[in-house]
């Protein structure tokens, strides 16, 4: 699909703010409070580690602040990777063609299983993260070494940029980064070529179950229901079925809210689950 570049460009910039990153300094030591230990191991209660997989222009430590230390204290093993980098452009990653970074996806995977000595690994994914994984599920071999996909306002079929040009210019630090197309933008649109190829024939592939948390207030992935999948082993569910007064948009349903983040814990342990309400935010 073509996008006349004034469209181009703003599509940059809002994707920036609406995945919002604030990237931690370049000189600042990365502290990731417990996660990315390649020398953890799986417990009986927890024997899968999960690999958190980061929005367009997030990064493996700074899309995670939240998420990361709430799993690592609840006894898993956690992981982050940076994916879809382009040359010269520092922390903002997620850029580059999806099939490419579904690539790096199953590189990575198969680092964690080897350090961890595990099976099958569980995918929690932010945005593009919670849709890209399901390329690696359906084109790299991932379905054999994947139990549990979660998306949180996963962009699964596109988004159609409803409101973007709203956010125009809220996010320069990201900006002038971004002179030229990205791919890993484009591909994100309805009807790209990667979104068809990826939907044909189904959303899922047997033996993974699949979780989407969406919002209702997603000012990027609209409508925000474009991110449910069709499929017998698939879980959608709506925020604000959970609780009616989260407000969470695009941004905080992957950084900071806790009721996502506790109903992303039941996906993972299904079979220690509990309900998840207003109350999940304490």
Known sequence: ?????????????????????????????????????????????????????????GNSVDNWLGLAPYLVARGYCVFSLDYGELPGVPLFHGLGPVDASARQLAAYVDKVLAAT???????????QGGMMPRVYLKFYGGADKVNTLVG???DNHGTDLDGLTRLLDHFPDAKKYLGTLTPG?????????????????GDTVPGVHYTVIAT??????TPYRSGFLDGPDVHNVVLQDLCPVDLSEHVAIGLTDR????????????????????????
């Open 117 to 127: 000595g595990a099976h099958k690994a569980d995918l929690v994914g932010h945005s």
């Open 152 to 154: 949180l306002a996963p």
């Open 185 to 201: 933008l484009t591909d994100q649109i309805v009807g790209s070529d990667v979104l068809n190829r990826l939907n044909a024939g």
């Open 259 to 282: 009721i996502a983040f506790h109903e992303t814990a039941n996906a993972l342990d299904p079979a220690h689950a509990t309900p998840t309400t207003c109350a999940s935010a304490g």
């Open 1 to 57: 699909m073509k996008l006349r570049w004034s469209r181009a460009l703003t599509l940059l910039s809002s994707l920036a703010l609406a995945l919002g990153v604030t990237p931690a300094s370049a000189e600042a030591p990365v502290v990731t409070s417990g996660w990315n230990n390649f020398s953890c191991t799986p417990s009986a209660e927890h024997p899968r580690p999960v690999v958190l997989v980061h929005g367009t222009l």
């Open 216 to 221: 209702e207030h997603d000012e990027v992935v």
